[in-house]
């Protein structure tokens, strides 16, 4: 019995992959392209099985379509600026870059054993000079283009390390890294304008059909168009108003109070004069500045003593807090509380025993008899305790306020967005250079595109706290372009969103130098056909990505109204979490053992084990697997099997490792069941010829209905769909001898087939196979098996039969079934004689292979 040598067969492969030139793409006008494109990793130091599972649906995808003409382009870069190598270069005292560029090469030696169908040619990295030079120049098109600017924002400070914190690095008001409170300052940044698109990104959505519903939702919800009304209220005793914006104007007479953002002009007005004010600003400022951490906070308010009078009841003054969950960059930064129907506005009513006055109704209810307590009604309903709005439903309502308020001059009805402007800047060493200096005399000047690139120094330390591009004694230090003087550059450095919203475009032609892509090769490639990656994407990257290649195509660069045609989001991958029964302590898979009984134990003393939840993979729960590790036992294709076969691709997956043990056990059987036939094949230069055994036929359409299947499963992303049919064709196979009549060249074609339909899945193993069966050339390079549309087809369907237009049975008939044949089937069927009930049958109609109906 031979032995399949996973080690070195998929050495052997890989390697003449690469030798032929395999995967190099070409522009060809000639023929059609297909662009896949899975998100490219940060080169944190290993890959996981996260990226497992989606550089093999990428490969599977690339390798498919390769097989069936098209001209595919399959890259592969790093994401490789960011703040983990400069927390690395603290903790471990290496330099970013050689931390970068030796988790590069360590992930990189990884994937390659994979057998992915990548072009490395075309690999990039964004810390590259040669790739950043090209986004400084944007940058400044893009600043001529008025869609970048500067000016002063609210930030999270971290006192300790003196820098800017994403929301995401806020933790319970302090800074992930310190622990210092954070504090909430307003900084001079950097821009892009990218609510100028606003629209155009919000209407586009419904054009992009191939993308999942929830990630066009997710869009959608974050770009966040409102219509409503804006409208100045009078402030008692004060010359001047308060401005707000509202979506629901048609619940103005159930006000109770209004609101303004801590950061409000009048908010910090009122606190100049006021200490306790003053606090309770410094207390809000202490919280993340995103809308989650708003939301989910205590809602908390100061009641400042100002008064805003009704704008339809001069009689009627509300009271105006500083409340910790408005937000000053949406609307005006001051909102009204109607309680009885905003669930927020109820919570915070509540606490400080405000009105609650409904005065939308559901229908037939009683306007006296309705309350509300503990829940908001944001339900349809008529408009009640309204005065003139009384009667009307909301939309009505809306419009009718609208109306009056722009008759009084007071108001206007205006839609505002939920996004806003991309901020850029970070305060760190490790990303782009910001290519502006600042003169004292000239002001803000932007580099001249001659004297690009500006280079990151090398010669950094990070031994004080802050950005090291700040403490550097000559980087930042130069001369004004305009006017010669004394200048200094700008040390802030760009969010790394921007090198991941254009590096599909760098694929095209990512070795052209004097400028980031050549127009041939965008306007060929481009849109990416098929874009990959985790649904924690939705809406940034992809959204800025978006938004990048609109302002390319403003500037000039290329012509294009979208960078991805379609998109997938794969699942997350899971396991198993087990801690140590004595100590509580996590364990990883590899700590952990079965015993004779069952039971799981400590590897290491035998120590009892408790298993938890299936839970995404994470170091800190330690239920990781290592991708080495388990190809380095099974294969890359055993793995790659698994991550296909085991659940459809949108879903998580869990690991086991009984399915890595079934896949590698299949591969096993399909390569003893190939290179030991159970009958001497037929030669594969010879012709095919018959007749065949009834299970031969059997198995020939069986062939042939798993091609156009495949096909179609592959097409759709149903791979574990497509894995189940090549099983179902392998098992038919295996129960054929040889003994009956052509079954010897049933089985070749079988063989043939089931290798050729495995090439995109199990690359390795089916390029073994394909020579082992005398195949020609690589099978990277066949093209794609067809099906023989009269194998394909089942002998046999299933019809529905109809008494007087009601279904009352499915009969089973051969294809083409004669109009006789088909009158009689129907007609002997115990249930349809049953619902004649003796009655005389007028006629029979019969629309071939589909249904049968019966008149009585």
């Given amino acids: 019995m031979s032995r399949y040598n996973v080690k070195e067969t998929e050495a052997k492969w890989q390697t003449a992959w690469e030798q032929q030139g395999c995967f190099t793409a070409v522009d060809d006008a000639s023929r059609p392209k297909y662009y896949v494109l899975e998100m490219f990793p940060y080169p944190s130091g290993r890959i996981h099985m996260g990226h497992v599972r989606n550089y093999t649906i990428g490969d599977v995808i690339a390798r498919h ?17 960011g703040l983990p190598a400069e927390n690395a270069a603290l903790e471990k005292k290496v330099h970013p870059a050689v931390w970068t560029r030796e988790n590069i090469a360590t992930m990189r030696g990884q994937l390659k054993t994979m057998g992915l169908s990548i072009d490395w040619g075309r690999e990039l990295a964004t810390c590259d000079v040669e790739y950043y030079r090209h986004e400084q120049k944007m940058f400044l098109d893009f600043l001529r283009e008025g869609l970048a600017y500067r000016k002063e924002s609210w930030v999270n400070w971290d006192p300790v390390d003196n820098t800017v914190l994403a929301n995401e690095q806020v933790i319970d008001g302090r800074g992930w890294r310190t622990g210092a409170l954070v504090e909430k300052r307003k900084l001079s940044q950097w821009f892009l304008k990218i609510t100028a698109f606003a629209d155009e990104l919000l209407d586009a959505l419904k054009g992009l059909d191939r993308w999942p519903d929830r990630v066009r939702i997710m869009q959608e919800n974050w770009i966040g168009r409102s219509t409503g009304l804006r409208f100045r209220f009078r402030l008692s005793g004060r010359d001047d108003g308060l401005e707000v914006f509202t979506t629901r104007p048609d619940t103005l007479f159930g006000a109770s109070f209004a609101a303004i953002s801590p950061n409000h002009p009048l908010a910090q007005e009122l606190a100049a004069g006021n200490p306790v004010l003053a606090e309770f600003i410094a207390e809000c400022s202490r919280v993340g500045t995103s809308e989650e951490a708003i939301e989910t906070q205590e809602k908390r308010g100061y009641d ?3 008064r805003v009078v009704h704008p339809f009841d001069e009689s009627w003054a509300l009271p105006v807090y500083v409340a910790n969950f408005v937000l000053m960059e949406y609307g005006t930064g001051a909102i009204f509380g109607c309680p009885a129907h905003d669930q927020r506005d109820l919570d915070f009513a509540n606490k400080y025993r405000l009105p609650v006055r409904p005065v939308v109704i559901p229908a037939d209810t009683d306007p006296a008899a309705f309350v509300v307590e503990g829940e908001a009604y944001t339900g349809p309903g008529v408009l009640r305790n309204s005065r003139f709005l009384d009667g009307l439903d909301a939309e009505s309502a809306k419009d009718e306020v609208g109306r009056r308020m722009e008759e009084m001059g007071q108001g206007e009805r205006t839609t505002v967005y939920r996004l806003r402007d991309w901020g850029v800047s970070r305060q760190r060493y490790w990303g782009c250079p910001i290519p502006v200096i600042h003169c004292p005399s000239c002001g803000v000047v932007p580099v001249p595109e001659s004297d690009l690139p500006v280079v990151l120094p090398e010669d950094v330390t990070f031994d004080k706290p802050g950005n090291p591009l700040d403490h550097h004694p ?12 004394v200048a200094t550059r700008e040390t802030d450095t760009f969010d790394t969103f921007i090198e991941s919203s254009w590096y599909f475009a760098r694929f095209c032609s990512p070795r052209v130098e004097d400028q980031a892509f050549t127009r041939s090769s965008v306007d060929y490639w481009l849109p990416v056909d098929q874009y990959i990656g985790g649904i924690e994407h939705a809406v940034l990257h992809l959204l800025y990505s978006r938004f990048w290649t609109r302002a390319l195509s403003q500037c000039g660069y290329m012509e294009l109204p979208e960078p991805f045609a379609g998109l997938f989001t794969q699942g997350m991958v899971n396991h198993e979490t087990y801690k140590d029964a004595r100590t509580g302590g996590w364990l990883s898979p590899a700590d952990v053992a079965k015993s004779e009984s069952g039971a799981l134990l400590r590897v290491d003393d035998g120590g009892p084990v408790t298993v938890g939840r299936v839970e995404k993979m994470s170091k800190s729960k330690k239920n990781v697997v290592d991708p080495a590790a388990i190809i380095g036992t099974y294969g890359a294709d ?3 099997l698994f991550m296909l076969s085991d659940s459809p691709p949108e879903r998580d997956l869990e690991w086991t490792e009984a399915g890595i043990d079934g896949a590698w056990r299949y591969i096993n059987r399909l390569w003893r069941m190939v290179t030991e036939p159970p009958v001497a094949l037929p030669g594969a230069d010879e012709t095919m010829t018959g007749p065949f055994s009834d299970r031969g036929n059997a198995t020939r359409r069986l062939i042939h209905k798993t091609i156009a299947g495949m096909s179609d499963d592959l097409e759709k992303f149903r791979f574990n769909k497509a894995v189940a049919r090549i099983r179902e064709l392998t098992n038919a196979l295996g129960e054929i001898d040889g003994s009956g009549e052509g079954e010897g060249w049933v089985l070749r074609e079988g063989y043939e087939t089931a290798v050729r339909l495995i090439g995109p899945m199990m690359p390795h193993l089916a390029e073994e196979l394909w020579q082992r069966l005398g195949g020609s050339g690589l099978l990277a390079d066949q093209p794609w098996p067809e099906a023989d549309p009269a194998l394909a087809v089942d ?10 237009g009601k279904l009352r049975a499915t009969i089973a008939l051969p294809r083409d079934a004669a109009k006789d044949v088909a009158e009689a089937a129907a007609l002997g069927d115990s249930n349809v004689v049953k619902a004649l009930d003796g009655k005389p049958v007028r006629k029979v109609i019969v629309v071939p292979n589909r249904v049968i109906n019966v008149v009585v």
Avoid: S, Y
Avoid at 474 to 485: Q, V
């Fill in 65 to 81: 379509k390769r097989a069936k003409g098209f001209n595919v382009l399959h890259p592969m870069g790093w994401d490789a600026f």
């Fill in 795 to 804: 002998d046999e369907i299933t019809v529905a039969v109809q008494v007087n």
């Fill in 474 to 485: 000559t980087w930042k230090h130069t001369r004004c372009p305009t006017c010669g003087g």
């Fill in 304 to 306: 400042t003593g100002l």
């Fill in 638 to 640: 055993a793995a790659r």
